[in-house]
T-cell receptor, first 114, second 118 residues
Framework: GQNIDQPTEMTATEGAIVQINCTYQ??????LFWYQQHAGEAPTFLSYNVLDGLEEKGRFSSFLSRSKGYSYLLLKELQMKDSASYLC???????????????FGTGTQLKVEL | SAVISQKPSRDICQRGTSLTIQCQVD?????MFWYRQQPGQSLTLIAT?????????ESGFVIDKFPISRPNLTFSTLTVSNMSPEDSSIYLCSVVGGLAGGHSYEQYFGPGTRLTVT
């Protein structure tokens, strides 16, 4: 099966930079996703990595190393509205759903403080 | 941008009854999925909704409990049958591919249906 690990919670200061790590184990890697989820709302797509390297999208960047089974989400210029849960999810070719099944980590609850 | 909608947004149901949740996408999508998020937990895949054929269920989920329909490429329903308090959860529709402004590999979630069973 798959094993996805990410920290349970993190705290950071408004205007700062925070890095949320995710490690995974899977046999048929087919991409890694990061989602943001505010309390009581559905997850919102942030990023997708399938090749090694850094993908930058505004204040958010996501990095992937397939050989290390490692990814991180980097949030710059933190704002209070960034307080949310950040979910790491891995897609696996060998699982059901036509290779599109996502297995989610438990999420990292980020709290941004003044 | 394309929109995924779900009905109802929330409901409170009695034990032993059934609830059907609808998912509508305003463009054709390749794949549709149903996920569950129990209180304080992450998301778990229930099944893949296959257009024109029976859904593919994950381990621990069965068709008698969670019948699914997908009559076309933009619509699906999930029924939660013979409900118990353990079924209290958020049920989310998810789609891959075909959303305007997105890439074919990206996966998006609907707003969710918050179900409470008493």
């Amino acid at each position: 099966g798959q094993n996805i690990d990410q920290p349970t919670e993190m705290t950071a200061t408004e205007g700062a930079i925070v890095q949320i790590n995710c490690t995974y184990q899977t046999s048929g890697f087919n991409g890694l996703f990061w989602y943001q989820q505010h309390a009581g709302e559905a997850p919102t797509f942030l990023s997708y990595n399938v090749l090694d390297g850094l993908e930058e999208k505004g204040r958010f960047s996501s990095f992937l190393s397939r050989s290390k089974g490692y990814s991180y989400l980097l949030l710059k210029e933190l704002q209070m509205k960034d307080s949310a849960s950040y979910l790491c999810a891995v897609r696996d070719w060998e699982l059901t759903g036509g290779g599109n099944k996502l297995t989610f980590g438990t999420g990292t609850q980020l709290k941004v403080e003044l | 941008s394309a929109v995924i909608s779900q009905k109802p947004s929330r409901d409170i149901c009695q034990r032993g009854t059934s609830l059907t949740i609808q998912c509508q996408v305003d463009s054709q999508v390749t794949m549709m999925f149903w996920y569950r998020q129990q209180p304080g937990q992450s998301l778990t895949l229930i099944a893949t909704a296959n257009q024109g054929s029976e859904a593919t269920y994950e381990s621990g989920f069965v068709i008698d409990k969670f019948p699914i329909s997908r009559p076309n490429l933009t619509f699906s329903t999930l029924t939660v049958s013979n409900m118990s308090p353990e079924d209290s959860s958020i049920y989310l529709c998810s789609v891959v591919g075909g959303l305007a402004g997105g890439h074919s590999y990206e996966q998006y979630f609907g707003p969710g249906t918050r179900l409470t069973v008493t």
